[in-house]
């Protein structure tokens, strides 16, 4: 009898170190960012006008509101460009304590990540050669189809109309996507509205058009799962941020018009 209670003691022991050790380690992400003095924040780099290199340095959207976050913060941001493919795993492995990547919300990527209230309102499009007949998703079949790894375009086409499409072709950068179709190696390429009209209004040589928005999504910042202070201290600041009217100034410097 003393030795069945003394090792249900020891069980219930370890596990209140575990969770206590877990409930340490949600506080210390924020505690560790504060004492440092740097959030590490993953960006995908290749997503104008959310985030672009122009001339060595990075710059958009989500850099001018993640420096923002981390004025607000009191700590310096370092930016790590990582391929929108490997965001995630850049993240969960440790290697940056948050992402600010303009990346939506799907459930499937809920289950590995956190998202904070949504920061910007998007959807699914397409860009498309005029000479091609497109206002629908399945207006896709029988076409030569452009996305960039890891995103929520590629996710859309490949879940619903891979076996459709006459050829899926998928690229690391969005810029190279959009090369191709002005250039006519492909018919189309899907990703998000905001994107493909900031790109197209850049430069639109080859007269391309855009559909209307296929599947709306939210856009996030994320952290793991188990950071729930950082998160709320996230959420808090991004409160702020559309209460006093910077979110909407982002906006309208962006893409011409508050959300």
């Not at 992400?29 to 290749?46: D, H």
């Not at 929108?84 to 948050?98: C, H, K, N, Y």
């Not at 899926?168 to 190696?185: C, K, Q, S, V």
Request: charged share 25%; net charge neutral; aromatic share 8%.
């Amino acid at each position: 009898m003393t030795g069945t209670f003394g090792r249900r003691a020891l069980l219930i022991g370890t596990l209140l170190l575990t969770c206590g050790g877990a409930a340490r380690a949600e506080v210390d992400t924020l505690a560790k960012v504060r004492t440092a003095g740097v959030l590490v924040v993953g960006n995908g780099a290749a997503f104008p006008p959310f985030e672009f290199v122009d001339d060595g340095k990075l710059g958009g959207y989500d850099i001018e509101m993640g420096n923002e976050i981390g004025r607000r913060l009191g700590v310096r941001v370092e930016w790590q460009s990582i391929e929108f493919a490997g965001l995630i795993a850049g993240l969960t492995s440790g290697r940056v304590d948050a992402l600010i990547t303009a990346m939506t919300y799907t459930p499937e990527r809920a289950q590995r990540i956190a998202f904070s209230t949504p920061y910007y309102r998007t959807g699914i499009a397409a860009a498309f050669r005029p000479t091609v007949a497109l206002a629908k998703p399945e207006d896709l079949a029988g076409k030569v189809v452009g996305v960039q790894g890891g995103t929520a375009g590629e996710k859309f086409v490949r879940d619903q109309y891979a076996d459709k499409v006459k050829e899926l072709m998928t690229y690391n950068e969005f810029p190279l996507a959009m090369r191709d179709l002005e250039l006519g190696r492909t018919e189309v390429v899907v990703n998000t509205l905001p994107v493909l009209r900031y790109d197209l209004a850049r430069a639109n040589h080859a007269g391309l058009k855009v559909t209307d928005v296929w599947d709306g999504r939210d856009v996030g910042i994320n952290t793991r799962p188990t950071d729930t202070t950082l998160m709320a201290e996230i959420n808090r600041i991004l409160a702020a941020m559309k209460d006093d009217g910077y979110l909407a100034g982002l906006d309208r410097k962006w893409f011409g018009t508050a959300p």
